[in-house]
């Protein structure tokens, strides 16, 4: 019997070569493998354990893999696709949009998807000085709401997350912490007891939004974590990004978004993707996504359609497309 590992066990033995990746699912590397890239490689066992071997379609193995196709120059995607670096009034801090403000916490993450957007932003310019931040959230009555991104935000210790919510705690005119990750999917193990009681008995309303993108990336472990946080009574969300061969599907979002609500998480967000450099073989045109959800839309009741959107740099908000 596999012995229970830690969430820090699982990040120390996640697989950082992907020629060891494929040997694990009984694949060749194949002359598309791009063997150096800026891009560093990481996946979790447990994310990979979901992956079909001998099937180098596999949706989750295609998400994280490192193609050639990275490497061309496609116009119009760029490596700041939404001017992230305008919206970055100090290091660590983005304030794009009215009344929020996200704090990339490390530029780390525990699974190195592909299309991350964020893939060339400079965190190394970015070192979260909290001090400054929480000066700034302060000074600024507007900001109701803090949202935890990255990277990972879950990366930080329980002990970490805890110590930085209690100073944001003292600021009176916040009413919500948000946390953006990938942590349950990636790493189930990571949604500790103490994890799950910092946000039951924070003094901010807790919300949790996931991302994830295929039901294949599902499993038990996944589905027991979600449900500890929903019996603590934390809101729960999800985030996919439409991406080409992956999830393009009717079929695969309408499993995805019952697999999710069987976890008491509530669709909410499928994005088209964001025109980031090395990203562009993962494109969905608009047609074909408006065409997705229409079909979609017929065999799922309201509440487990989510909202077609995209993110438009200088923009008040994300922009609804269905």
Request: overall charge positive; charged content about 20%; proline content about 7%.
């Amino acid at each position: 019997m596999q012995k229970n590992l830690s969430y820090i066990e699982e990040l120390q033995q996640a697989i950082t070569d992907p020629l060891q990746l494929l040997a694990m699912l009984k694949l060749e590397p194949g002359p598309k493998l791009l063997t150096t890239s800026d891009f560093p490689f990481m996946v979790p066992r447990p994310f990979a354990a979901r992956m079909q071997k001998g099937n180098q379609n596999d949706p989750l193995l295609c998400q994280v893999l490192p193609t050639i196709a990275e490497t061309q120059k496609i116009q119009d995607f760029s490596q700041d696709p939404l001017d992230e670096k305008g919206s970055n009034p100090m290091p660590g801090l983005l304030h794009k949009y009215y009344g929020r403000v996200l704090l990339t916490l490390t530029g780390s993450c525990a699974l190195n998807c592909r299309f991350c957007f964020r893939r060339h932003f400079p965190y190394q310019c970015n070192n979260f000085n909290s001090t400054a931040i929480l000066d700034y959230i302060a000074s600024d009555p507007t900001i109701n709401e803090v949202i935890l991104s990255g990277g990972e935000p879950l990366l930080l210790s329980d002990q970490e997350l805890v110590s930085f919510s209690t100073e944001l705690e003292k600021i009176p005119h916040l009413k919500y912490l948000r946390i953006h990750t990938r942590m349950p999917i990636a790493i189930p193990a990571r949604i500790t007891t103490e994890f799950v009681n910092w946000l039951k008995n924070s003094k901010l309303q807790p919300i949790v939004v996931i991302h994830c993108n295929h039901p294949q990336e599902i499993d038990a472990k996944v589905k027991a974590a979600m449900l500890r946080l929903h019996c603590a009574g934390i809101t729960l969300f999800n985030q996919t990004v439409l991406l080409k061969g992956i999830n393009d599907a009717a079929e695969t979002l309408i499993n995805l978004s019952k697999q999710l609500f069987s976890m008491k998480v509530l669709p909410y967000y499928i994005h088209l993707l964001d025109k980031v450099e090395g990203a562009a073989h993962f494109a969905i045109k608009k047609d074909r996504a408006l065409a997705l959800m229409q079909e979609i839309t017929a065999r799922l009741p309201g509440f487990l359609v989510p909202k077609l959107v995209y993110e438009k740099s200088g923009e008040a908000a994300k922009t609804r497309i269905y």
